[in-house]
């Protein structure tokens, strides 16, 4: 399963920005769907979660401010983010725990490649 994320970019203190995700492969069904970022000289951190059935997690961080979704059809998750702040520029990566249903039953994890927002004026 491979995963697409796109949409960083630079914005201005209080801007919005939008990423989303897509998975890709065949035979797959998508479980926990997630977003992590990592700024410079700081350990990676867990932004927002979404399950398959819907259940959201957030770092106390976003909160009120950033809002996970993900549509199942298109086994795309999605991030809008508002009222950035410059303590938000950093690569964010989504993940996604995945489940392949074939001869054997594969259980994985998959990575995006990371998308830069930088929050400055």
């Known amino acids: 399963v491979q995963l697409q994320a796109s949409g960083g970019g630079l914005v201005q203190p209080g801007g919005s920005l939008g990423l989303s995700c897509a998975a890709s492969?065949?035979?797959?069904?998508?479980?926990?769907m997630n977003w992590h970022r990592q700024a410079p000289g700081k350990q990676r951190e867990l932004v927002a979660g979404?399950?398959?059935?819907?259940?959201?997690k957030y770092a106390d961080s976003v909160l009120g401010r950033f809002t996970i979704s993900r549509d199942n059809a298109k086994n795309t998750v999605y991030l809008q983010m508002n009222s950035l702040k410059p303590a938000d520029t950093a690569v964010y990566y989504c993940?996604?725990?995945?489940?392949?249903?074939?001869?054997?039953?594969?259980?994985?994890?998959?990575w995006g490649q990371g998308t830069q927002v930088t929050v400055s004026s």
């Open positions: 492969g065949s035979g797959f069904r998508l479980n926990d």
């Open positions: 993940e996604a725990d995945y489940v392949i249903y074939g001869d054997s039953v594969v259980v994985g994890r998959s």
């Open positions: 979404i399950g398959s059935g819907g259940r959201i």
